[in-house]
């Protein structure tokens, strides 16, 4: 059974990759100087953030085309399984790292925001890919927290750190509304599988079966986290992927309505609510009238 380690401290990932621990709550390792290590998956009780000087084509996970092979960057939230197993074979690392506790955070605005950065529960797969111009920005910032690192800590270090590492963070979401863009392209293809996703499940009778679809859900079945997903969708159509589905409910709903056999009882059914007034509820929310609304204004109009 494959091994999953656990690394709680940013001194225990120190030590894992073989670097002095300069401050005990956030590291910048640089990989490049750092001696051969032995790869595991591990268990993260930190924030991490790798920047990779590698071309996609070397990379071991998922690889599609890319408009951006000047560097790769991966983002690991605590609570989550990142890394492979080398089976004991001694591995030559590259790149950078950034590394920092969730304490570090605490009482500043940083701890307060920090999960509005969703890319954190992005896929490996779902990688931030850049530019050379971006490349040099993100090396500038990590120089920066590596900087202040060295320096003697005082009542300011915790400040300037956190705040640089704010800074660097939204770089990083800046680049990947970039990379929403500039893939746009393939963005549009899973729109297109998103949109037949959605018919497939509500003509096929899942709905009735399953429920409505959750975001969830649909992520799972186009191969991609819910955080990328949901981000990628509002990115594409300006809506949530949550108001999207719902969307797309009503419209499977006004056809169902058309049809005077039906009861609002079974339409709801249906369209995988439990109960009635759930479905008229949104449904009132999404056209501003009720589901008996809509049907006698359509009956009267014909």
């Known amino acids: ?22 401050h005990p709550l956030v590291s910048v390792v640089n990989f490049n100087e750092t001696p051969t290590i032995i790869h595991y998956r591990h268990y993260m009780g930190i924030y991490a953030i790798f920047f990779k000087n590698i071309k996609c084509g070397n990379m071991t996970y998922g690889c599609q085309t890319y408009d951006y092979e000047d ?5 690991v939230q605590p609570g989550q399984v990142y890394g492979i197993d080398s089976n004991g074979e001694a591995v030559i690392p590259s790149g950078y790292g950034l590394v920092f506790h ?10 307060k925001t920090i999960g509005d950065y969703s890319f954190f529960s992005y896929e490996v797969n779902e990688a931030l890919h850049l530019s050379k111009k971006e490349k040099m920005t993100i090396m500038e910032s990590l120089d920066k927290i590596s900087a202040e690192i060295e320096q003697n800590i005082d009542k300011h270090s915790k400040t ?3 705040s640089n590492i704010e800074l660097f963070l939204n770089y990083c979401m800046r680049f990947y509304d ?19 996703l959605l018919i ?13 679809p959750s975001v969830a859900y649909c992520a799972d079945q186009l191969h ?22 719902q969307t797309k409910m009503i419209d499977q709903a006004k056809t169902y309505i ?38 006698n204004l359509n009956l009267s109009m014909n």
Request: no cysteine; glycine share 8%.
């Open 160 to 162: 300037l750190i956190v």
């Open 71 to 75: 560097g790769t960057m991966v983002f």
């Open 200 to 212: 497939d499940y509500f003509h096929s009778g899942k709905a009735s079966v399953l429920g409505l």
């Open 178 to 196: 970039r990379q929403f863009i500039t893939r746009s392209h393939a963005n549009k293809d899973i729109l297109v599988r998103f949109e037949n």
């Open 258 to 295: 058309f049809d005077r056999s039906k009861t609002f009882n079974e339409i709801a059914s249906d369209l995988g609510f439990k109960y009635q007034q759930h479905f008229t509820r949104i449904f009132k929310q999404k056209t501003g009238m009720t589901p008996n609304e809509y049907r």
């Open 1 to 22: 059974m494959e091994e999953v380690k656990r690394l709680d401290t940013v001194r225990q990932y120190n030590d894992y990759v073989g670097v002095d621990t300069l």
């Open 102 to 111: 969730p304490d570090l955070l605490k009482g500043t605005h940083l701890g």
């Open 224 to 245: 991609l986290s819910p955080n990328y997903f949901g981000d990628l969708i509002k990115k594409e159509t300006g809506s949530t992927a949550l108001d999207y589905i």
